[in-house]
């Protein structure tokens, strides 16, 4: 698999279906010789090679291969071995991150946990009509464990640092933004893709979409790196040109125009997505 590093702390999975990127992001520094202040009572520690701290997965690549090389991609980077995973949606394609670490805990926004219990299976289901029709073998079925619901607006601890999880809804009803404020890297989901036109899904909705746009343009002032959900990462100026491409496409689209698709996502499979977007702005789900 290819791992791009964007931080000492922040290393980027992606496949090679769907462009899906998978981020893995270590809180906490390591700690050598920091430890050494001089107490009354010495301790010897064994030698802390191990590095410290806390590592998290966010999304999930989607391959097998590809997610049983997850593990080594967090050893060979003497990252700790994740204690959290973490979805920035409820689609099927974000949650597969279990299928590498079945014993790891899945953590989401409290509107995608809702939406996982309102609607059990489904993300199998559609990870079944994946594989089906790619001729996919899994050596076992997902099992999503009991999802943590986190509260967004909000923050989480990792190690000795915090990651701050923001509202994203609008491409579905559900979902969060990760920021990695030290590491200046900014993990969106499925808005400011550079390949992907914006899709409304089951549940999504235009002024919900615009929402986000507008709560990410400030976001990106304090990032340098842009992890859409499928496609490349972004600098920070390109995901601000992809912004307002999307902002004018989703007003378009709400004004009913025969909206003009941005430019390099204009393919007959955009177009597509664009008459199923037009649909479902008229004949909401
Ligand atoms: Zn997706």
Known sequence: VRALALHPDVLVVTSAV?????????????RGAADASAGPIEVI???AEQAQGETFVIDSPVLPDELDALSAVVEQARFPSPSGLLAT????DHLLGRLAFPGVALGCAE??????RSSPGAAQRELRAFD???????ERPLALGAVQALPVPGRCDIGDREIELHP?????????????????????????????????EAGGDPGAYLATLERLRGL?????HVVPGHGPVLAADRALAVLEEDAGYMRGLVRGEDAELPPGRSSASHRRTHAANAAS????R
Do not use: F, K
């Open 18 to 30: 769907l462009h899906a990127n998978c981020v893995i992001v270590r809180g906490g520094l390591e």
């Open 45 to 47: 520690e064994p030698a």
């Open 89 to 92: 949606h409820g689609d099927w």
């Open 111 to 116: 509107s995608t946990a809702e939406r996982l």
């Open 132 to 138: 089906e029709d790619l001729l996919i073998e899994r």
């Open 168 to 200: 994203a809804a609008g491409h579905t009803a559900d979902g969060m933004a990760v920021a990695i404020p030290w590491a200046g890297v900014l993990v969106v989901g499925d808005y400011l893709s550079s390949v992907e036109l914006p899709t409304l």
């Open 220 to 224: 990106l002032e304090s990032a340098q």
């Open 281 to 284: 702005v008229h004949d909401p």
